[in-house]
């Protein structure tokens, strides 16, 4: 098993980067909040949880060793495969989601693309026991707006657009960011801000 990969920032992609180690680039899928933290050229250290197939081998990574171990919890849930186990740490810290099964909050599990009300239902039964207790105390008061305006804006930065672009892509955005209730979900903003700026070019 890839526990983890270090090296530089070789290139990134929407949903993934590549890491140089020892001359040769791993393709590694990441979620928006991991990728917005990596930079082009910089030295970078992912946990990583390589996921078998009978016709392809694909490396996950992860900015903390944390993620990676909730990752693969969540797999051991009946009809939850590494896609969808990604996509719930897309929208959800790793406390956040022990928090939504240890108060059965079904609602923030369907605020994930791919949960609907049954399949929450069934996830909260059977990950009960296994993700373990928040280890941090809910953040009170936190700016969530600014939260994710700063999370979309280093994302776009690190995939290589200028400033002036990143910020009114993040601007663009903003009204739908707004309307959507809640803690935005930066993976579904950062494909919106996306589509501005091929428009806009």
Not at 131 to 143: H, I, K, Q, T
């Amino acid at each position: 098993m890839i526990a983890f990969v270090s090296g530089p920032v070789a290139a990134l992609a929407p949903d993934s980067a590549v890491v140089e180690v020892g001359g040769i680039g791993i393709a590694v899928q990441c979620t928006p909040n991991t990728l917005s933290g990596l930079r082009m050229g910089r030295q970078t250290k992912l946990a990583t949880s390589l996921v078998v197939r009978e016709d392809s081998l694909t490396l996950y990574g992860f900015a903390a060793d944390d993620e990676r171990q909730v990752f693969e919890l969540l797999q051991t849930a009946s009809g939850v495969g590494p896609r969808l186990a990604q996509a719930m740490l897309a929208v959800h810290t790793p406390d956040a989601l022990r928090r939504a099964v240890a108060t059965a909050d079904e609602k923030a599990l369907t605020a994930v693309p791919g949960i609907g009300k049954k399949g929450a239902q069934k996830l909260l039964l059977e990950l009960k026991d296994r993700l373990g207790a928040p280890s941090g105390a809910p953040a009170v008061g936190a700016p969530v707006t600014q939260g994710w305006r700063d999370q979309l804006h280093a994302a776009l930065i690190g995939l290589g657009y200028a400033t002036r672009e990143a910020d009114e892509a993040v601007t663009a955005v903003a009204p739908q960011a707004e309307t959507a209730g809640g803690t935005p979900q930066v993976g579904q903003l950062l494909k919106a801000a996306l589509q501005t700026l091929n428009r806009a070019r």
